[in-house]
């Protein structure tokens, strides 16, 4: 048993010294808490269970670090001795607590709803005796236990707790001259008790808090990292700013040169022919008001020449996928000679309409999408 506590109470010594680091809330008026207790003792051997006796006391704890804290505890007792004082026995304790569950499972920077405790105390044990049955006595007591707490509360404040342990009167055994510990001179007790965390001045919680430690040049060198990248962002930033208004100039010339009214272009070949251009908006067939004109002055040359044709080759301009751009050339052409069929009554056997797909006449891809009316002249 001994052995056991002294494992556990160097492995708390460890983590310590490392969660002194690492923790928020660990000064010296922090984690401070008080408790009452009560419940009951028995002794150990030789008994039944009608000789469990009252017992309380108070409770005042100093949490060190998440594993380890220290603690002082005064019990009283009712009736265990043959004494008619107000107090039969009393104990005042000096508590080392190690949490188990922080120190196998981590500090999570909270407590957890349920958490074991190890104790190990030792004591100052008084009886007090009536002068007629002898004098008082003081004995060397040792205690060992858990306590089964369970944390509640929306700022973890309060514990409650059970809290079985084992209590020795080192010194019952008057024939030795040593102290020892004798099943037959100690003490069952369990305890019932609530306790108050009072809140910490660090971090304003009723608990300690995690902090990740740090080393000054590491958080200089992410400094100067931050510094240079916020540099690089701002580079960046300015070369978006050109390119976005780079791209606003190029989008205005587009608008503009997508809305002004195409020249008419005659071409003439030989004498026996002439060529009109109608132009398309973007991924559109039908043909702009703007472009009615164009058609007008082919029909008009269809009436005036009654032997005359026409080659209407409708084109697109490259963008989409090949059989689009092939359907919308096709489209455009019909499109032409849709009015010049219907609006103007020519007949549809002197128009010959095409699709040609992507043009590529005009060194300005917009400029291609059209459909271009050759006119064949009578000879």
């Not at 060194?363 to 009316?373: G, K, M, T």
């Amino acid at each position: 048993m001994k052995k056991f506590f002294t494992i556990i109470a160097l492995g708390a010594t460890v983590l310590t010294a490392g969660a002194q680091k690492s923790v928020q809330g660990a000064g010296f008026f922090d984690n401070w808490s008080v408790g009452l207790v009560g419940g009951g003792i028995l002794p150990t051997t030789h008994t039944s269970f009608d000789k469990f006796r009252a017992t309380y006391g108070v409770e005042l704890t100093k949490q060190i670090t998440p594993v380890f804290a220290l603690g002082g505890q005064f019990l009283a007792n009712n009736n265990t001795t043959a004494s008619r004082t107000v107090f039969d026995q009393s104990n005042l304790s000096l508590l080392g607590k190690v949490n188990f569950s922080n120190l196998f499972c981590g500090y999570n920077g909270q407590p957890r709803l349920f958490e074991v405790e190890g104790v190990v105390g030792a004591g100052w044990g008084h009886d007090y005796i009536n002068k007629s049955y002898g004098k008082d006595a003081n004995y060397f007591t040792s205690k060992f236990g858990f306590n089964f707490n369970f944390n509640v509360g929306e700022k973890k404040a309060w514990t409650i707790a059970v809290k079985p342990s084992i209590v020795y009167n080192m010194e019952a055994d008057r024939k030795q001259s040593y102290n020892a510990y004798n099943v037959n001179n100690s003490a069952i007790e369990l305890l019932a008790g609530v306790t108050y965390h009072f809140k910490n001045k660090n971090n304003g919680k009723n608990y300690m808090t995690l902090v990740k430690a740090y080393d000054q040049a590491e958080v200089d060198g992410l400094n100067a990292k931050v510094n240079d990248l916020r540099a690089q962002v701002n580079d960046k930033n300015a070369q978006l700013a050109k390119l976005a208004a780079d791209n606003r100039d190029l989008q205005q010339k587009l608008n503009d040169c997508r809305n002004q009214k195409p020249a008419v272009q005659t071409i003439t070949k030989n004498s026996a022919s002439l060529e009109q251009t109608v132009t398309f908006r973007q991924g559109k067939s039908t043909v702009d008001a703007s472009q009615l004109p164009n058609v007008e002055r082919v029909a008009t040359f269809l009436k005036n020449h009654k032997n005359s044709t026409v080659d209407i080759k409708g084109y697109a301009s490259p963008e989409g996928s090949a059989e689009i751009n092939a359907k919308i050339a096709k489209a455009r052409a019909e499109a032409v000679k849709s009015i010049l069929v219907n609006k103007y009554k020519i007949a549809a056997s002197r128009i010959n309409a095409e699709g040609q797909g992507v043009g590529n006449m005009f060194s300005e891809d917009d400029w291609n999408r059209v459909s271009i009316c050759t006119i064949n002249e009578s000879k």
